[in-house]
């Protein structure tokens, strides 16, 4: 039997947050343990919770994404970081994955890309989808 995939999903917009819900609800062996609405709320549920996998957007209020990430790996390098962000500077792409995130989804391709990202990163292993 599989083990559970444990998510955090952390970002400011609630309808977001909703449909990232719907599109991980069709993945029975994954749980979204708890939801965020700014950075700090994602580092103290995540240091709580201890999830396997954090969705984090860059931009939340309070703390950013990266700083928010870079704090959770800190305290808990076992999770992976994955950006669910609508940034598609390369130079931020960089410094996510130069923090230790194992993925950077663009929102616009989360129907198609955040699973797959999920499910290589629960791996361990690295996917970051080319930008358009």
């Known amino acids: 039997m599989k083990s559970v995939i444990r998510i ?10 909703v449909q990232v819900r719907h599109l991980l609800q069709a993945e029975s062996e994954w749980q979204i343990v708890a939801e965020a609405a700014d950075g700090l709320e994602a580092i103290r549920k995540a240091l709580e919770l201890h999830p396997d996998i954090a969705l984090l957007d860059l931009s939340m209020p309070h703390v950013n994404g990266l700083e928010a990430g870079e704090t959770i790996l800190k305290a808990l390098p076992e ?14 792409r960089a410094a996510a994955l130069s923090m230790g995130a ?31």
Request: aromatic share 10%; glycine share 4%; net charge positive.
């Open 102 to 132: 194992k993925g950077y989804v663009l929102k616009a391709n989360a129907s198609r890309e955040l699973v797959p990202t999920i499910s290589r990163a629960s791996l361990w292993r690295s996917f970051i989808p080319e930008l358009g």
């Open 79 to 92: 999770v992976k970081i994955i950006f669910l962000t609508m940034n598609n500077d390369k130079e931020v």
């Open 8 to 17: 955090l999903v952390a970002d400011d917009f609630e309808a977001w947050r």
